[in-house]
């Protein structure tokens, strides 16, 4: 079986280690292919970061912090201490030692020439990630915000909203820049249209999933691939189960609940729908918009809990298989 | 009194800081411009390396590794480490965490267009040496070794030859490639022109001084200013008195003695040479060849002893004024 899964950050990377889980060490005849999102991607003191790609990398690589879901364990920030002496910020982003060393490779071989693609490749030689890990493009996409600031509307870069202001105020549009003329890194709609299934972690709907889907060519693969698509609400009771996905839905004219999410991707594009057993109440609704929904725990609170959630992912696009 | 230094590394920035301090803190119609040699600079892992300035400026502005001579002191080796996990090298040049916050620091100032000698500036102002640093050109300039190597000649850097090699082999040729085509930094010839003394530190003859009067101008101005220009033999009895300077003495053919090497850079250009108490013997060669000689001692062991040095260096300039 031939699993696509389009993936942000943390959510993402925290599924993925599930679907790994469920589907066992005795898997020969299953691959995972990730499409992961690069809108957050962001150039830093003249290196480009990957936050997305590497949080996946990291964590299916065993190398992740545990604790804050992102950069490096064991990690030490002697290179920002000193960044931060000269006067060079941003001192909002937290750039560990070690993290540091994966953006030089990366922007070296970016400087020699090769696609973001095939550093993402080369990174993870080391990684071993155990999936195929595929930026949504080669080409450069980053994901602005408009947001009012003392009555002047004005676009900054995602982190800046994400990281520095903690989206403290209301997104007022989320515009994946450079989307339009994006295209699909080699492999991504290749592996779509060879997929048995395509899955949409609990990833963030909008600046993550919503992203990759922006890139022209990816939506439509997905649409037409004749396979199951099935995803899983980010959305538990009125409030993200991690992160601050409300602040961006708004900016889309979506509510925050696990009903509006799924009316959002739309039943052109998914079959299947799972929401948290708290949100039982809305799987007719979800299925009156043609997707077929079901009520099962969505907390990834530990490996196994997230094992039995791409679990039942599984199964719900087994059942909705035509 | 205006003071021009030509300086390489280590000795020059060794004796930089006893030059301070022979002149003290009460000297306030005195200033030194340092020409820093940049042909041992060198890009690793896509950053700008500075080896010489770098030392300048971490050794009179207290960042310095003391006893090593060159880095940061409390280094860490955290970005390094990953980088050979990463299987990225080379691993023969000892880039630490701090230093590496420099690196990035240059080489995303260079990105953006400033100019080396705008870079240093700007880095100078963090570390405050008490020197005016320019670079001695902005123009790129890397110092190449020849060397024979398995029956077959070839051109390495001349940090490959000198760090990893250890300068292991003879040094056929020295060439610092792209000096011919270079222009002295801002600043460069204005300093010499309105200097009152010159000095050469006992920095290395060939890849250090003689890089810097390799670009064009440079040694032209220094002959012409009509000022004193005074040398500090780095050759003690028959060995250099740190680093392997004969090695690549002999590759320019001058014999590895202090004379020779005050000969080497000749009357016309140099007015005053200092060599070591155990060299009195070659005082009257130096002086049959038109440069004024004296017998002192010249080992750098502490402050003291490199400041009566540069007092020393200062007072035969004073001696041969005309």
Known sequence: MRIVVLAGGIGGARFLRGLQKALGDDAPDTSITVIGNTGDDIHLFGLKVCPDLDTVMYTLGGGINEEQGWGRKDETFRVKEELAAYGVGPEWFGLGDRDFATHIVRTQMLGAGYPLSAVTEALCERWKPGVRLLPMSDDRIETHVAV?????????????????????????AVVPVGADQAKPAPGVLEAIAEADVVLFPPSNPVVSVGTILAVPGIREAIADAGVPVVGLSPIVGDAPVRGMADKVLAAVGVESNAAAVAEHYGSGLLDGWLVDTVDAGVVERVESAGIRCRAVPLMMTDLDATARMAREALDLAEEVRV
């Open 148 to 172: 009012d600031v003392d009555g002047e509307r004005k676009a900054i870069h995602f982190q800046e909203y994400w990281v520095r202001m903690r989206a403290s105020v209301p997104a007022q």
